[in-house]
């Protein structure tokens, strides 16, 4: 089991910027894992944002929504234990509950699981993130 804890949420106004933070800790065994940044607005399907594998020496790829490549990106701090997800350039429809969550993972890149989040095991409780126009 990973325990998940997200900060850095809040308001900005449209064209600003504001960092995430998923502190993990635990793990699943032998296997590593993928960190993955979701985010769900009210109505709407939760969509995947960002991922990227905890063990970079064995999967440096990173995955990114088309919706946010160029604005957002996503990176780790090892020593932490801690996903970063920046955030450029907000806009309005990017208001949203933003979750970090976690799924074990072998040889696979993580970048192909990006948009399946039920295969997820772990979440966060989220973060609050809302842009004004």
């Known amino acids: 089991q990973v325990r998940l804890l997200e900060s850095g949420g809040g308001s900005v106004q449209s064209g600003g910027s504001l960092r995430l933070s998923c502190a993990h800790s635990?793990?699943?065994?032998?296997?590593?894992?993928?960190v993955a940044w979701f985010r769900q607005a009210p109505g709407k399907k939760r969509e995947g944002v960002g991922i990227?594998?905890?063990?970079?020496?064995?999967?440096?790829?990173?995955g990114l929504a088309d919706s946010v490549k160029g604005r957002f990106s996503i990176s780790q701090d090892n020593a932490k234990n801690i996903v970063y997800l920046q955030m450029n350039s907000l806009k309005p429809e990017d208001t949203a509950m933003y979750y970090c969550?976690?799924?074990?993972?072998?040889?696979?890149?993580?970048?192909?699981?990006?948009?399946?989040?039920?295969?997820?095991?772990?979440w966060g409780q989220g973060t609050q993130v809302t842009v004004s126009s």
């Open positions: 635990g793990g699943y065994g032998y296997s590593g894992y993928c």
């Open positions: 969550a976690t799924v074990p993972i072998a040889d696979d890149p993580c970048s192909g699981l990006l948009h399946l989040d039920f295969l997820f095991n772990d």
């Open positions: 990227i594998n905890k063990d970079t020496d064995k999967d440096s790829t990173i």
